[in-house]
């Protein structure tokens, strides 16, 4: 099994691609910027025994998504594993939408996913055999943290094409999830606001914390595994049991 995580120079996608490495799995790194930071996940699962390599794309952008599947497999062999991590929060509601915020976070958050789900499916498609997991939020689910609006347009997306790539895919005995996180302790968090939301986000969850990128990358970690082998089409929500939802 090879894997390819993308965004995972920071975060969630860091905390995934070292979970992964852990079970024995070959992780490429994807990074849109941070280079030096990538470099140092690579070097971790290096340390560590494992192998990896960290490879730039921007996954909104579709040459580059191609030329990172095929720099992923000449590295470390067919891609049977693909984390669609890689996402970006643009603020805004109703009195202040943002075109250009919003066409970011549609190129990032629903480009990328189709790009990248695409590019995989080839090499998929070919063995018979694949594991997706989506990133969405449950900002998609109707949790009421203000300013989310657009970015949870985008994730409700991210959850509908889950399930429609699980139908298309299902009969190449390729499986399809999406993890649904919570408030997780991220760079996506506004440092000049983090401790205040800290105690907010903690005081929301039944569990009386907030989430560590650990949390979700056991989630993944099961979801691509063989004890998940007949699970396909869902999402798994990974929050602490929130008490702020519209709806469930
Ligand atoms: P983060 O700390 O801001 O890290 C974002 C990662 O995505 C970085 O590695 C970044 O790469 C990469 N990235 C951004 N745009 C990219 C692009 N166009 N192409 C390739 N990589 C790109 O974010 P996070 O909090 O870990 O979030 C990870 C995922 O979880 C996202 O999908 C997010 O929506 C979702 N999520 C997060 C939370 C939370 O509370 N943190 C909650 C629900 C869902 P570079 O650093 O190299 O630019």
Redesign the pocket.
Known sequence: MIAVV?????????GIALRLALDGIPVAI??????A??QQVVEAILNAGGRACALQ????NPSQVDALFQQAEDRLGPISILVN?????RRGSLDDYDPAAMSDML???LD?VIHCTRAAAKTMRQQRAGAIVN?????AHGTSAPGTTW?AAT?AAVETLTKRFALELGPSNIRVNAV??????????DPATRETTIQTMAAKAVLGRV?Q?ED?ADAVAFLVSGQARFITGQILTVDGGRTDFLSH
């Open positions: 993308t965004g995972a120079s920071r975060g969630i996608g860091r994807n990074y849109n910027t941070q280079q930071a990538a794309a921007d996954t909104g991590n890689a996402g970006i929060l190129k990032t958050n990328g990133i969405s939020s449950i900002a970015y994730k649904a996180p919570g408030f997780i302790l991220t760079d996506m968090v989430g990128p979700i």
